[in-house]
């Protein structure tokens, strides 16, 4: 690498220095990208992209760490230069993103929220704002505000069906049990084999009186946790209340079976 050669020749330039780590991080060469950052660093602590070197090289190595310890050990070192990064490049997105991360993994949730706002206005299309900001306000049970970064999700990534599940969990919380409905049945999409999404799926369907779909809902229960005597007994009950009684009699069995104490022994001769 010409960089390299020069860089061995300019001696002391942060600029040389500087761009070779920038050449030997987009190479793959993490080590020497790390190094030739260093070495920038020392000669100029305020040069751009051997500050955005370090943090991403260090936040790769973060990736592969398995202890809390190490982590924490590269987060406190990408501390500093990620906040100088930020004051000497107000525009990149680097710095809040990472700013953003760290503060997640440390549960410092208002810290969080200032820098992946930032993120958010520097790079809308990073999902990862949008994904941070929601999962802070559920955390503090501001479901209004978490919808609006789950909408947006949901606009953009059609593959994680926790976004559709949360959107359909907060419309429950509201009392909107259609519009609910929907959402789950978006998450379900994705994810066909969810005990939870069927769950709350059965739920909202008993709650609207669509006792047939919450029939439906319970009946693929019994066949994911087929040892589950309380989704025999529910499926019991809806066919029951249908009139489908020699089906509510078959499922009621199947829940004593697996539970003698189960409500289900009513439906019972």
């Known amino acids: 690498m010409k960089l390299r050669a020069l860089a061995l020749v300019s001696g002391d330039d942060p600029e040389v220095k500087g761009q070779l780590a920038k050449a030997e991080y987009d190479a793959g060469n993490l080590e020497r990208a790390l190094n030739a950052a260093r070495e920038a660093l020392e000669l100029d602590e305020n040069k751009r ?40 490049d107000p525009q990149c997105r680097t710095a809040p993103r990472l700013l953003g991360a760290i503060a997640l993994a440390r549960k410092e949730w208002d810290e969080a929220e200032k820098q992946l706002k930032t993120l958010q206005g520097l790079c809308p299309q990073d999902p990862f704002s949008w994904r941070g900001l929601s999962g802070i306000y559920l955390q503090r049970g ?15 990534d059609e ?66 946790e ?19 009684k020699e089906m509510a009699r078959k499922l009621a069995e199947k829940a004593v079976k697996l539970d003698a104490s189960s409500s289900a022994k009513s439906l019972l001769p």
Request: aromatic share 8%; charged share 30%; proline share 4%.
């Open 142 to 156: 501001e479901d209004e505000a978490a919808l609006i970064q789950l909408m947006e999700l949901a606009r953009r």
């Open 49 to 88: 992209n051997a500050l955005e070197v370090l943090c991403l090289v260090l936040e790769r190595y973060t990736q592969e760490e398995f202890s809390e310890a190490g982590v924490r050990k590269y987060h406190d070192e990408m501390l500093p230069a990620l906040k100088r990064l930020a004051e000497v």
């Open 226 to 244: 087929p040892e589950k005597a309380e989704y025999y007994e529910r499926a019991a009950f809806a066919a029951h209340k249908l009139g489908e």
């Open 159 to 224: 593959h994680d069906p926790d976004v559709p599940g949360q959107i359909g969990k907060i419309f429950m919380r509201k009392g909107e049990l259609g519009e609910a409905a929907y959402w789950l049945r978006q998450a379900l999409h994705i994810d066909p084999f969810s005990v939870e999404l069927h769950e709350l799926l059965g739920e909202i369907h008993l709650r609207m009186g669509h006792t047939k779909d919450a029939l439906r809902e319970y009946r693929m229960l019994t066949k994911l």
